[in-house]
């Protein structure tokens, strides 16, 4: 499995609601220190593509794109519609991270 792969499927593991910094998606794909890697496979994803890429975030639970871009506006709307409540342009990672289990996290 390549690098890209296993960055997916972390991606794809994070259920609806809740939300990854670029590290902890590095760090749960066995790839510790990775976090801009994670960002640059993201902005490389296929257009149209099913991965849930907008509950990834930087480590202070803020969006990456510039505020007033279109990009943004997409990933904020998407999460708000997933019930995460941003404040002054961010959201607590603390309550809307996403801890997987060690006995399996399928709570999609």
Partial sequence: MTNQEKIWQVI??????????????AKLADLPGYGRYVG???????????LPWFR????????SFP????????QKSRLEAEDI?????????????????QAGDESR
């Avoid at 794809?12 to 998606?25: D, H, M, N, T």
């Avoid at 990834?56 to 969006?63: F, S, Y």
């Avoid at 409540?85 to 289990?101: A, E, M, Q």
């Fill in 67 to 74: 505020r007033d871009s279109i990009q943004y506006q997409t």
């Fill in 40 to 50: 640059y496979v993201l902005k490389n994803l296929p257009a149209g593509t099913k």
């Fill in 85 to 101: 409540v941003f404040i002054n342009g961010r959201f607590s990672l603390k309550k809307y991270g996403w801890l997987p289990t």
């Fill in 12 to 25: 794809y593991r994070i259920p609806a609601g809740k939300a990854l910094s670029y590290g902890q998606v």
């Fill in 56 to 63: 990834v975030v930087n480590a202070q639970g803020r969006l």
